[in-house]
């Protein structure tokens, strides 16, 4: 079992930028892939930026792609989603989400199991 908490929401004016934290903890955590995901109001989630459980492999939405950087701590018990040249469409609850990964390297888009209660950004214009 592994249980993952976020933090670092709020809310951000267009063009600013924000760095969300994710904890994690439980059996045998660097097994886990990770990623980030969000949903916006009236919308489906959707995933935002993976990386493997090294740290080495990571794979980005499009649509955060050169804006957003997904990392792991160097104990690989946190991961970080730094945002950066926000914008309103970037409004949603962001998750955090860890799932088993027999390698070391792979990333993974989807199978995620374990998931935190989300965190809020709020893009402001």
């Known amino acids: 079992q592994v249980q993952v908490v976020e933090s670092g929401g709020g809310l951000v004016q267009a063009g600013g930028s924000m760095r969300l934290s994710c904890a994690a903890s439980?059996?045998?955590?660097?097994?886990?892939?990770m990623g980030w995901f969000r949903q916006a109001p009236g919308k489906e989630r959707e995933f935002v930026a993976v990386?493997?459980?090294?740290?080495?492999?990571?794979y980005y939405a499009d649509s955060v792609k050169g804006r957003f950087t997904i990392s792991r701590g160097n104990a690989l018990n946190a991961v970080y989603l730094q945002m950066s040249s926000l914008n309103t469409e970037d409004t949603a609850v962001y998750y955090c989400?860890?799932?088993?990964?027999?390698?070391?390297?792979?990333?993974?888009?989807?199978?995620?199991?374990?998931w935190g209660q989300g965190t809020q950004v709020i893009v402001s214009s």
């Open positions: 990386i493997s459980r090294n740290g080495v492999s990571t």
């Open positions: 439980g059996r045998a955590y660097s097994s886990y892939a």
């Open positions: 989400a860890a799932r088993p990964a027999p390698s070391m390297t792979d990333y993974y888009l989807s199978g995620y199991d374990y």
